[in-house]
Structure formats: structure tokens, C-alpha cells
């Protein structure tokens, strides 16, 4: 297992599959890297693949009214993703390709040690929580994994394409925070 650092710079120069083909920049991941909570979602689309952070287009304006809205901070959050190479035309990673990048993600998870996993979209849910996640019958629901409270949220981007399912994604975006801050109570 790497450091913050190792695993930063080994990151930015990973070879593993073909996506690193055709990206501009790795999407290593940001926010506080001591959170109680972390955010993942399946991969960086073409604002973030050229700037290299995570969720900042149009769906990450959403993640950000939705985080705030809930009592959230985005700075005091992590947020990652199963790929940090930008699938072409955005498509959903192939296994393979989530394979090549999940010891990266495991490794930041096993130095943040989050207190909660928040998968953003049914790709990421189906790699995180289990295979045949549904996420328009399951987004919600939590999972208890080896001390770590589990949850998954509908994407941004499928917000944005279906306006109609924000009052649920905001009630869950409210439960987990309601959850993180039971969890933080307890330790106080």
C-alpha cells in the first residue's frame, strides 16, 4: 500500500489499461483526505478529464447543490471514482478497465478509512455494494461492510436527465447526513 504521495504520483502515470490512452489528465480524486465521507462515482467525463478533478461540470454543480443542500461541505468530503481516465464518449467503464483501477481506489480508501461510501450511479454501486445494484429500487438502502456504512445515490448526471428524480436523490443526500452525523456523535 502506497502513501498519499506514492500513490498520487504512482497514479498519475499508471499505464494498466487503454484508457490511459486517451486521457488529458488523471482524475486522482479530492476534498479532505481524513473525511468521515467518501463519494464515488464511475468515472471522469470530459470537464473533469481536463482538469482533473472530479464531478466539475454540470453534474458536479448538481453534486454541489446536492451536498449543501444536505449541510455538506465539499471540501470536508472526498470524492473519487471506480476510473481515473475518462472513457471514450463517456461510456461506462468496461470491467476490465474498473479492474486496472480498483487497487488505486482501495488504496485511498484504506487511508481516508471513511466512516461512510456513497456510490454516485448505479456503475459505481454495482462494483462497490453488489453486481446487480438497482439503483431506482435500492439508492438509499444502507449496507454494513466491515465497520463502514454503504449507501448509493442516483448519479448527477441522471438528475440532469431526469429532473423528476431530485426529491429523492435530495432525501438520501439528507439521510447520509443525518447518518454522518450520528456516527460523529458517537465518537465525540
Keep these: 500500500m502506497y502513501g498519499w504521495d506514492e500513490l498520487e504520483q504512482a497514479c498519475l502515470s499508471c499505464r494498466k489499461c487503454g484508457l490511459c490512452e486517451g486521457r488529458t489528465k488523471v482524475v486522482f480524486g479530492c476534498g479532505d483526505r481524513n473525511a468521515d465521507v467518501l463519494f464515488i462515482g464511475e468515472g471522469p467525463g470530459r470537464d473533469e478529464d481536463a482538469s ?22 465539499r471540501d470536508k468530503v472526498y470524492i473519487a471514482n471506480i476510473v481515473k481516465c475518462r472513457p471514450p464518449q463517456n461510456r461506462d467503464p468496461f470491467p476490465e478497465e474498473r479492474e486496472a483501477c480498483l487497487a488505486w481506489l482501495r488504496n485511498q480508501v484504506s487511508l481516508i478509512r471513511p466512516k461512510i461510501i456513497v456510490c454516485l450511479g448505479r456503475i459505481a454501486a454495482g462494483v462497490i455494494l453488489h453486481e446487480d445494484y438497482r439503483i431506482s429500487q435500492e439508492h438509499g438502502q444502507w449496507i454494513d461492510r466491515a465497520g463502514v456504512r454503504m449507501t448509493a445515490v442516483y448519479h448527477p448526471a441522471a438528475l440532469l436527465r431526469n429532473p423528476s428524480l431530485k426529491g429523492a436523490a435530495l432525501t438520501d443526500f439528507l439521510k447520509i447526513k443525518e447518518e454522518a452525523d450520528a456516527l460523529a456523535s458517537k465518537q465525540a
Excluded: C, N, Q, Y
Aim: aromatic share 10%; net charge negative.
Design 52 to 73: 482533473g478533478i472530479p464531478f466539475v461540470g454540470r453534474a458536479g454543480k448538481l453534486l454541489d447543490d446536492l451536498l449543501l443542500a444536505a449541510g455538506f461541505e
